[in-house]
């Protein structure tokens, strides 16, 4: 029997001791720990299930520097319960209204304990009125309620109060507490209409567009199989004979219409000519 020795299974370390029992004569080593030892029992019902009525206070503020914006959801605190739809500002919740948020039995929950997730959202648009800035509640279960009835289901802990009595023996009273459990998280989200981060992200959509038809364009004329009927149909091919027929046929229908306007002008001067003549006195 070492001394100092844990013994998982003995709840205690061994003290180095070897003690022979009377009646069998059996050996065995001394532990140290307390005695009685835990008593690993599930609990049947909740020793306080009137708790269903009682309230919750969440005191809550948020705040936005950069738009030197601030709001807290507390209005009005007199003779109120929260309420989603006709009193949202009142902070106080009854743990029977939370708890059944989560879709679970509060009677249920208060035997064996669980965790709480109360998550609070603020998402502000700032171009509209502070009024429709509010905050938005939802409730969640946390810990595994799906493994009933086990020594790792819902929530409890242990604490323990020491006191020795006249003649200087140590004793102590461990309690197992079973309880409900909240997590409270906070969320906040806001924002106002700026013309700079506007512009900035209209010209950079305008540069992911031209980016985009260069790359589509990219792929169809070097990576598909038919890049040849889209070159066809995107490009115009024009061969240097071709060109220089028509440059010829053009030279010609120019020097054509060069003689045209000639003639035309030629005969518009004699038709002057022959005006003039007849305007001139005749001899008799």
């Not at 595994?144 to 009273?173: H, L, P, Q, W």
Request: net charge positive.
């Amino acid at each position: 029997c070492d001394a100092g020795e844990a013994v998982l299974t003995g709840n205690g370390v061994r003290t180095g001791r070897c003690l022979k029992e009377e009646e069998t004569g059996n050996r065995t080593c001394e532990i140290h720990a307390w005695c009685p030892v835990e008593k690993r029992s599930i609990p049947e019902v909740a020793l306080l299930g009137q708790a269903e009525n009682f309230t919750l206070y969440i005191k809550n503020a948020v705040r936005f520097p950069k738009f030197s914006f601030a709001k807290t959801n507390v209005v009005n605190t007199r003779n109120c319960h929260f309420d989603e739809k006709d009193n949202r500002y009142c902070p106080i919740f009854r743990l029977g209204y939370i708890v059944e948020k989560t879709g679970n039995n509060f009677q249920e929950m208060a035997v064996e304990g669980g965790v709480i997730g109360i998550q609070i959202d603020w998402n502000c648009d700032l171009d509209k009125s502070p009024s429709q800035c509010n905050p938005s509640y939802t409730f969640s279960r946390l810990d595994n309620s799906s493994m009933k009835k086990t020594i790792a289901s819902g929530y409890n802990f242990r604490f323990a109060k020491y006191y020795k009595d006249a003649r200087g023996v140590e004793f102590r009273t461990l309690i197992k507490a079973y309880g409900i459990r909240f997590d409270i998280m906070v969320n906040g989200k806001a924002g106002k209409f700026n013309i700079i981060p506007t512009l900035i992200a209209i010209g950079s959509g305008l540069a992911l567009m031209g980016a985009a038809a260069f790359f589509c364009d990219l792929v169809l004329l070097y990576l598909i199989k038919k890049s040849t009927f889209y070159w066809g149909k995107k490009y115009e091919e024009v061969r240097a004979s071709s060109l220089t027929k028509k440059s010829k046929s053009e030279a010609t229908d120019v020097e054509n219409a060069a003689d045209v306007i000639k003639n035309k002008k030629q005969s518009s001067k004699c038709q002057e000519q022959k005006e003039e003549l007849e305007q001139l006195p005749t001899e008799s």
